[in-house]
């Protein structure tokens, strides 16, 4: 279990600030994670990966020369935000693009697609690229879907030396593409973590069993068994890894591959060398040649009791890659090195403070309209942030009511900041939208700040905002969302009713309606459209573990919008509003 | 808890064998241990570091240039034999002398010390240095009785980085006392690990509390209290070592340390580093300037779940050595790299596979009446062999009976194979003693090791033994067991029995008495002496956790050591003995 932490909130935070004080070699810190002390050459493509926090060496641990230009540091098992990424990557930018990667995770997918847009729109070339390594995770015909692991480091790592070569970014891409296609993993576990400041562990394995295909945050295996002597584990890893060889590998005989026998925390180094012991005489069996190896903990999941085989089935490009130095905090390699001369983090000054853009004064009573709304909205929020919990807790983790509540508290203080300093409505509301994503963490935080800033840019900092112009943004907030989440209508999610209710407002709104009956009308089509959720059950997934007990109870992010558009209701139909 | 395992008897050998397969680069295995696999410069004096199984990366993981030149390594939790250290030693030997370095535990210290006075004696210059930086087991008055912890790492580092800059071995062992005299630990606990194959943790601490200055095989600690949060765990260790500056550093402000923030296995990477955020914090406040730090597992033990905190005080000779490169399995920094041509393994011979020297009759005679009181001594133990088990229960951890059953039972076969083979009796009561230590492991299987050597020298391959000669032989055997066990009469040891034992021989053999009635004497005097254990209470330590309760139990090595002696009368005084 986790034992030592200050406030469980803050673990995160300080948990980096120790990493950077023991690093200063290796990183420097900026806004939302870490980058390397010393710059990279100009013209160079920035590799930077992230995730959320407890996996260590996973994320920060694998940034310095030969390996990551910077890492995205989230909240402990929750993806930083499209800010927190969109800093780094600039931080890290030195004008040869941008390659972002990390574990296939919906709240990673969301927040590092959002800051891929704004990057790009900025004028920041970025790509992405999400890693697929776990094989129990899906089928080999849904390769898309399946979990990022400890696969993570070989990909990375190819990718990383293709950008230390000084390839451009759509030969980067490419080669992270082709490295994520050839790695393969597959683990097993005996018990999970517990969390800082919680009381029992994410999930539990009986005595004496062990859980196959189990992900590292909880997630689902592929099935129970009995715990196996360290033979039979590595027999278990090995087998499941040669059964499924990837395009382009016809047969495991004669081929050489990465190895990385992975500790998930709680399984220590003597165990995975017993392990290993029998992976590489079964390997050798197989006539498959390893290629430097790595036995010890590279993707963790705090003292979760686990280990992982990862394969990365090499040609001779990805051999120059896998085998080329690199020198970052947990991960040396050969001849590249940390340079002595750093950057001193206190002359480094990063993009977070940003001055108010102008704006018109109609755009400014706009602002005040708006902040108006999203006062409403914190507290709409905040009253039912109990019953919100409850409702999640029926299929998935309980935690949606703290996170929408910390989420529409920093929205507030944000927008009301920006309408203090004489911004827009557009910037208002981008302002709560970022502050929303940032702080509320998780999928749904993502989701709102997606939302949100859709909202900001219909309102812009110019015009008075009509009802054709908000019911325009919502519009486009429902396409967003749908897009960069990935769900649609019928997955019992909060699309379920964002799209029914942009479509009353926009049909409302060309009928030539006022902006406060339109919404009324939309806002009564997203209560019903709330309630019908109870009559679905949702995909599985990570935040959802129980799914399907929750077929009788609406979504929990579906009520909460509809609650929160009733609240904006109220504020659009009171006389200082319009 | 250890899960993953195959025989547990196997665990260590197969966990070193894994280890080997996965640091190719670095190391080659030997018998015993492994050295780097480049070997050092000609004359370069070789460091050969050791200890106990379960310390990953202790010891092994810190072989390669800029550290270690090879690794004894032992059973779990179990020094190396002095047999494993010599192999170990005259592998990394070039030819400028050993420095053999381990943690100050009994067992280690016997076993190195004899190994040392071995290669001494084979022309090999060898010095010991033993690590004692753990304040909290015993007072800075007694700074030679300390334990040994993570304050390893950095005594290690700084004879190596000596030895790599070619000086003599008088300046290298001069380097490590300094270095030594001059690092500080202290740790904390929240629970102790569970070997391969035990059903429960070594130790448990109570849910919700910690125990202060716990040793990392479970040795008693100094004080137990609520688990504090990570700022107040932070205080308590730096407090620590602050109150306790070491000789000629009179204050800490303006002082240089170089600081190791240790996980002893299951207290994982980000509480290290909330941890470690306050400690450069409240380091930087006493004025303390920190000298590339570490934070992470660098001498574990197991998954036990604790932490330490090291401190070694710098002056500009340390701070070079400190910062030297190095590049290890588990361990690099700086420059220093393994280079890519490497000794292969199979090319390799070790002398383990010894010729036997040629012999007399009279003494191949006195040989086969050896191998005769090596049958009863086995066949003695094995019968009694639970009952030393419940006799060690009381003070200790009850394996004696286990350890003398493995022990007798090793000997008894390498005499039998040597007599088989044509030896004296010097050299097969010298290949028993070898074996004896080499299996049985802990402080016992040493100590019978170090006895029968004694024994064996005495012996000879060319005389036949007279009576005197067995005495001067028993007489060196108790003298070796003092000097290098440490124990004096009193202490409730075997030693309370080997001392009147080998005194009465020696005076009733001057007297003119033939060996079987002058050793029926003895084995008289030594029946007496171990029933006369049972009135004292022997010094604490980690063999005898609860030494208080034994008073009124006979000391089981002193009890098992007069069983024997009788055993080996019934063959002296039989008909076919002399």
């Given at each position: 279990m986790t034992r030592l932490f200050n406030d469980p909130a803050a673990f995160a935070d300080e948990a980096l600030e120790g990493f950077v004080l023991a690093h200063r070699r290796w990183v420097r810190p900026v806004s939302g994670g870490v980058v390397r002390s010393v710059p990279?050459?100009?013209?160079?493509?920035?590799?930077?990966?992230?995730?959320?926090?407890g996996h260590y060496p996973a994320f920060s641990g694998l940034v310095g020369p030969g390996l990551a230009h910077g890492a995205a540091v989230g909240n402990v098992f929750a993806s930083p935000s499209a800010r927190q990424i969109r800093t780094?990557?600039?931080?890290a930018h030195t004008?040869?693009?941008?390659?972002?990667?990390?574990?296939?995770?919906?709240?990673?997918v969301l927040h590092f697609g959002q800051a891929a847009e704004q990057l790009n729109a900025e004028g920041?070339?970025?790509?992405?690229?999400?890693?697929?390594?776990?094989?129990?995770?899906?089928?080999?015909?849904?390769?898309?879907?399946?979990?990022g692991i400890a696969g993570d480091l070989p990909v990375f790592k190819a990718a990383a030396a293709a950008a230390e070569e000084g390839r451009p970014l759509a030969e980067v891409v490419r080669v992270a593409r082709h490295a994520n296609a050839r790695t393969r993993s597959f683990g097993i576990a005996f018990s999970g973590c517990t969390l800082p400041g919680a009381d029992h562990p994410l999930f539990t394995v009986a005595e004496g069993r062990m859980a196959v295909g189990l992900g590292i945050h909880g997630e689902p295996g592929i099935g129970e068994q009995d715990v196996p002597s360290a033979d039979e584990a590595a027999e278990l890893l090995v087998s499941a890894l040669l059964a499924e060889l990837p395009e382009g590998v016809d047969q495991a005989r004669g081929q050489r591959a990465a190895v990385i026998l992975n500790g998930l925390g709680d399984v220590k180094y003597e165990e995975l060398f017993v392990v290993y012991r029998?992976?590489?005489g079964l390997l050798a069996e197989a006539g498959v040649e390893t290629v430097d190896p790595e036995v010890g903990e590279l993707v963790t999941s705090f003292d979760m009791?686990?280990?992982?085989?990862?394969?990365?089935?090499?040609?001779d490009e990805l051999e120059t890659l896998w085998t080329a130095g690199a020198d970052t905090p947990a991960y040396r390699k050969g001849d590249a090195r940390a340079s002595a001369g750093r950057t001193d983090?206190?002359?480094?000054?990063?993009?977070t403070a940003e001055a108010v853009p102008p704006a018109t004064e109609e755009s400014r009573a706009a602002a005040r309209t708006a902040l108006a709304a999203l006062t409403a909205i914190r507290d709409t929020v905040d009253e039912n942030a109990e019953e919100l919990g409850r409702v999640d807790a029926v299929a998935g983790d309980g935690d949606h009511g703290i996170g929408m509540s910390r989420g529409s508290g920093a929205a507030h203080r944000a927008a009301a900041a920006a309408v203090e300093a004489g911004a827009g409505a557009g910037t208002a509301v981008g302002a709560a939208a970022d502050a929303w994503s940032d702080r509320a963490g998780g999928t749904s935080g993502?989701?709102?700040?997606?939302?949100?800033?859709?909202?900001?840019?219909?309102?812009?900092?110019?015009?008075?905002?009509?009802?054709?112009?908000?019911?325009?943004?919502v519009g486009e907030a429902s396409a967003a969302v749908r897009r960069l989440g990935g769900a649609e209508v019928g997955d019992k999610t909060m699309v379920d009713v964002l799209v029914p209710f942009a479509e009353t407002l926009a049909t409302a709104t060309a009928e030539g309606e006022a902006l406060a009956p339109a919404w009324d009308r939309a806002a009564t089509a997203a209560e019903a459209a709330a309630k019908a959720t109870a009559d679905l059950v949702p995909r599985m997934g990570r935040a959802r573990p129980h799914a399907e007990r929750s077929l009788g109870t609406p979504d929990a992010g579906a009520h909460s919008l509809a609650l929160i558009v009733r609240a904006v209701h109220g504020v659009l139909a009171a006389p200082t509003g319009r």
């Amino acid at each position: 279990m986790t034992r030592l932490f200050n406030d469980p909130a803050a673990f995160a935070d300080e948990a980096l600030e120790g990493f950077v004080l023991a690093h200063r070699r290796w990183v420097r810190p900026v806004s939302g994670g870490v980058v390397r002390s010393v710059p990279a050459a100009p013209g160079q493509v920035a590799v930077v990966i992230g995730g959320g926090s407890g996996h260590y060496p996973a994320f920060s641990g694998l940034v310095g020369p030969g390996l990551a230009h910077g890492a995205a540091v989230g909240n402990v098992f929750a993806s930083p935000s499209a800010r927190q990424i969109r800093t780094v990557a600039k931080s890290a930018h030195t004008g040869g693009g941008v390659l972002l990667m990390y574990g296939n995770y919906a709240g990673d997918v969301l927040h590092f697609g959002q800051a891929a847009e704004q990057l790009n729109a900025e004028g920041v070339e970025t790509r992405c690229l999400a890693v697929t390594d776990d094989i129990s995770s899906a089928g080999a015909e849904d390769l898309d879907k399946r979990r990022g692991i400890a696969g993570d480091l070989p990909v990375f790592k190819a990718a990383a030396a293709a950008a230390e070569e000084g390839r451009p970014l759509a030969e980067v891409v490419r080669v992270a593409r082709h490295a994520n296609a050839r790695t393969r993993s597959f683990g097993i576990a005996f018990s999970g973590c517990t969390l800082p400041g919680a009381d029992h562990p994410l999930f539990t394995v009986a005595e004496g069993r062990m859980a196959v295909g189990l992900g590292i945050h909880g997630e689902p295996g592929i099935g129970e068994q009995d715990v196996p002597s360290a033979d039979e584990a590595a027999e278990l890893l090995v087998s499941a890894l040669l059964a499924e060889l990837p395009e382009g590998v016809d047969q495991a005989r004669g081929q050489r591959a990465a190895v990385i026998l992975n500790g998930l925390g709680d399984v220590k180094y003597e165990e995975l060398f017993v392990v290993y012991r029998q992976v590489a005489g079964l390997l050798a069996e197989a006539g498959v040649e390893t290629v430097d190896p790595e036995v010890g903990e590279l993707v963790t999941s705090f003292d979760m009791a686990g280990v992982s085989l990862t394969l990365c089935w090499l040609d001779d490009e990805l051999e120059t890659l896998w085998t080329a130095g690199a020198d970052t905090p947990a991960y040396r390699k050969g001849d590249a090195r940390a340079s002595a001369g750093r950057t001193d983090a206190a002359e480094q000054r990063d993009e977070t403070a940003e001055a108010v853009p102008p704006a018109t004064e109609e755009s400014r009573a706009a602002a005040r309209t708006a902040l108006a709304a999203l006062t409403a909205i914190r507290d709409t929020v905040d009253e039912n942030a109990e019953e919100l919990g409850r409702v999640d807790a029926v299929a998935g983790d309980g935690d949606h009511g703290i996170g929408m509540s910390r989420g529409s508290g920093a929205a507030h203080r944000a927008a009301a900041a920006a309408v203090e300093a004489g911004a827009g409505a557009g910037t208002a509301v981008g302002a709560a939208a970022d502050a929303w994503s940032d702080r509320a963490g998780g999928t749904s935080g993502a989701l709102w700040g997606v939302l949100l800033n859709a909202v900001a840019a219909a309102l812009g900092d110019t015009d008075r905002p009509t009802a054709r112009t908000v019911a325009d943004g919502v519009g486009e907030a429902s396409a967003a969302v749908r897009r960069l989440g990935g769900a649609e209508v019928g997955d019992k999610t909060m699309v379920d009713v964002l799209v029914p209710f942009a479509e009353t407002l926009a049909t409302a709104t060309a009928e030539g309606e006022a902006l406060a009956p339109a919404w009324d009308r939309a806002a009564t089509a997203a209560e019903a459209a709330a309630k019908a959720t109870a009559d679905l059950v949702p995909r599985m997934g990570r935040a959802r573990p129980h799914a399907e007990r929750s077929l009788g109870t609406p979504d929990a992010g579906a009520h909460s919008l509809a609650l929160i558009v009733r609240a904006v209701h109220g504020v659009l139909a009171a006389p200082t509003g319009r």
